[in-house]
T-cell receptor
Framework: AQRVTQPEKLLSVFKGAPVELKCNYS??????LFWYVQYSRQRLQLLLR??SRESIKGFTADLNKGETSFHLKKPFAQEEDSAMYYC???????????FGAGTRLAVHP | DGGITQSPKYLFRKEGQNVTLSCEQN?????MYWYRQDPGQGLRLIYY???????QKGDIAEGYSVSREKKESFPLTVTSAQKNPTAFYLC???????????FGDGTRLSIL
């Protein structure tokens, strides 16, 4: 079955602390994974995709096929990172995205 | 991404009524999508369209219908056959099936 699991509904950290938002997937094909973010009162937007291997706003994510994971990491959290984060898996030839339930990141001063 | 406009932001429906949610994009994207989001769940795909005059069912198409008469428009109709229509609906578009999706602000539909 194709599935994306984000085990934490809420992750609460203090400013300057490291952050790791967990994402695990289940897919028999070659996975393509994304992280989307939704800041308060803003629309859902793409944060990064694994094939780009880039760092956006200090966030990175590495695809680990052995552990079927795509965890999102940032070494030093900022208050402006507080948002809802969704991990998504692209499957099929028509750009279908399967989303996890999301993790709310709260960064406290 | 101001290129995708969904309207209205809030919509109320009486039992037995059909309602249509609007989605317009000026990004010149070929592909468009409709998702539904329920509390505590991820987005689920309702319908998608690769090009004008073509659309396909997603995972939860029952009780919904769409049209794609123009490239920039992909309206979603929630019919009376949809048993549990109360949800948040998101429209997205992408340049093609290989490019990331861009999302609108969403429409929240409630049943009176």
């Amino acid at each position: 079955a194709q599935r994306v699991t984000q085990p934490e509904k809420l992750l609460s950290v203090f400013k300057g602390a490291p952050v790791e938002l967990k994402c695990n997937y289940s897919y028999s094909g070659s996975p393509e994974l994304f992280w989307y973010v939704q800041y308060s009162r803003q629309r859902l937007q793409l944060l990064l995709r694994h094939i780009s291997r880039e760092s956006i706003k200090g966030f990175t994510a590495d695809l680990n096929k052995g552990e079927t994971s795509f965890h999102l990491k940032k070494p030093f959290a900022q208050e402006e990172d507080s948002a809802m984060y969704y991990c998504a898996l692209r499957v099929g030839g028509y750009n279908k995205l399967i989303f996890g339930a999301g993790t709310r990141l709260a960064v406290h001063p | 991404d101001g290129g995708i406009t969904q309207s209205p932001k809030y919509l109320f429906r009486k039992e037995g009524q059909n309602v249509t949610l609007s989605c317009e994009q000026n990004l010149n994207h070929d592909a468009m999508y409709w998702y539904r989001q329920d509390p505590g769940q991820g987005l689920r795909l309702i319908y998608y369209s690769q090009i004008v005059n073509d659309f396909q069912k997603g995972d939860i198409a029952e009780g919904y219908s769409v049209s794609r008469e123009k490239k920039e428009s992909f309206p979603l109709t929630v019919t009376s056959a949809q048993k549990n229509p109360t949800a948040f609906y998101l429209c997205a578009s992408s340049q093609d099936f290989n490019q990331p999706q861009h999302f609108g602000d969403g429409t929240r539909l409630s049943i009176l």
